[in-house]
């Protein structure tokens, strides 16, 4: 394992964020270039604290493309706009497996895509639903970010390192999950320097009074060369240096 430093500089995780915007029937255009995280399908918050994402890439003012993270699974799909009605196409999704909950929500998840055709926003939160039935899924946006530096002890990073930077909830007892924000950065050449990031999240998924913590994995051809996390935190406002040797 390497050694690595990871130093943070960002902005209070106190504050939620909030709009006093009234939502109102959006098109495509008008919501894509952002990340947004699943806060609640039909009501109900995503199983195990998991980080379930939509984005949206338009192709035209008529079609586009959908894709993201569901409970388990990264998916991909298509859109068209038939007169001012939104109609999503079928999802496609990688095919790895997860728990008997996990799964389930994620057929739920992809279920309700398929049937949804009105898009509600006021810029921060985004509701996907269908005229013809009770399903809904509220979105919030990333508005946020963490940012911070990477630094290894070698004073480089190997050609071909997968890095993925999590800002995580550990108040509650399962940190394997209940991500706030995730950023994964690919390596193509060796890195003589330390490694910049920016962590984007959404405010309205921290609470008060909880504690968060930021991690970094080194990966090279899937094996773990070196794991990194910062002490618990709530607030992130001055910058925080920690080194592992492992």
Known sequence: ?????????????????????????????EVEGKTWVLRSLDGQPPVNGRRVTFELQPASDVDGKIGGRGPCNGYFG??????????????GSTLMACPEPVMKQEMAFFNALQKVDTM?????VLTL??????QSMTFVAETAEVKGIVKSTTGSFPAGSDVRIQLKDTSKKDTRYNLIGEKKIKLEHELDA???????????????????????????????????TSDKMVNLAK??????TQ
């Open 194 to 228: 330390p490694l910049k990031f920016e962590v984007p999240y959404s405010p309205t998924l921290v609470q008060p009074n909880h504690s968060y913590s930021v991690s970094v994995e080194v990966r090279q051809k899937g094996k773990l060369i070196s794991h990194s």
């Open 78 to 91: 298509s859109y068209t706009m038939q007169q001012d009605e939104l109609q999503f196409g079928r999802v």
């Open 120 to 124: 509600v926003s006021n810029g921060v």
């Open 239 to 244: 910058p925080l240096e920690l080194k592992t």
């Open 129 to 134: 639903k269908s005229r013809h039935n009770n």
């Open 1 to 29: 394992m390497g050694c690595y430093a990871l130093v943070l500089a960002a902005g209070s995780l106190l504050a939620a964020c909030s709009s006093s915007e009234k939502n109102v029937v959006v098109t495509p255009t």
